[in-house]
């Protein structure tokens, strides 16, 4: 039989709040068996560099992280966030320690590219390498700067800490093996780590744990959770305006994760992470 593994991450509204955060973590430390906590932090971050005089840009709701933006996450995120979560958990008597990816080569990433984005808000295009390239769309070049995109994931290492019984807290940091820490999303930090876990030999559930109680019909309406979607129903979903947004990418992420044999994913609120709640994510 596989080993259960728990993988839960939360996003950065929960962290600011100090009642769902205490909420959830108390229901993390209940989860039986092993577990591992991937964390956001990015309103945290905003406000951080606001204090410090740094803008922060978004585009499309994408931090640029410039070597000054660059500082601030990795001081917030690495440092504040991640230590203070540790230690309330250290509290509630679950052995955790706190890791970037640059920790043990948890998980290495590349530099994401250049990137074309629409000028109709659209999905985002790749640079198109000449003028005579046809596949171009008409937007404007972002680079986002020190921002990473997942390589890999050391199951090894992380499979060695649950094993002396830590329960890793993995901040949204990684590192491009040649000395540059890199601003990663934590949702495809959580996703990534999930399928590498998978394909160490663990059955492993994933969740979400967000503001709301799950994907919603009607942004408006808490009580239009959607109970399962599949990926015909992403689609679906998709085409008709149902999911948009931050939402679109947290389930590709999620879905990614069932194709490489991830038991379970789920998306739910911080405050019900039992496993009851929420929207199931399926292959089928």
Request: aromatic letters at 4%; proline letters at 4%.
């Amino acid at each position: 039989m596989k080993p259960a593994l728990t993988i839960v991450k939360v996003g950065g509204a929960v962290v600011e709040d100090e009642q769902q955060l205490d909420r959830l973590l108390q229901d993390f430390c209940a989860i039986k068996g092993a577990k591992i906590l991937v964390h956001g932090g990015g309103r945290r971050a905003t406000k951080m560099a606001e204090r410090l005089g740094i803008e922060t840009k978004m585009v499309n709701g994408r931090r640029i992280t410039d070597a000054d933006m660059l500082e601030v996450v990795t001081m917030v995120y690495g440092g504040l966030v991640n230590k203070n979560v540790v230690a309330r958990l250290q509290a509630l008597g679950c052995d955790a320690i706190g890791l970037t990816g640059a920790d043990a080569n948890i998980i290495r990433s590349h530099r994401r590219p250049p990137v074309i984005v629409p000028v109709n808000d659209g999905p985002v295009a790749p640079v198109k390498q000449s003028a005579n390239d046809s596949s171009a769309v008409d937007g404007f070049p972002v680079d986002y700067g020190f921002v990473g995109d997942v390589d890999k994931v050391a199951n090894d290492h992380l499979a060695r800490l649950i094993d002396a019984g830590l329960t890793p807290v993995i901040a949204p940091l990684t590192h491009d093996g040649q000395g540059h820490i890199l601003n990663t999303n934590a949702d495809t930090m959580a996703s990534e780590t999930a399928k590498a876990m998978a394909a160490a030999g663990y059955d492993v559930t994933l969740i979400y744990a967000f503001e709301k109680p799950g994907v919603l019909r009607n942004p408006d309406d808490d009580a239009s959770v959607i109970a399962t979607i599949s990926r015909a129903d992403f689609e679906t979903y998709k085409a008709g305006g149902t999911i948009s947004g931050g939402m679109l990418p947290k389930i590709e992420n999620a879905l990614a994760a069932t194709d490489a044999g991830v038991k379970r994913v789920i998306i739910t609120q911080a405050t019900a992470i039992d496993g009851l709640h929420g929207t199931v994510i399926s292959e089928e």
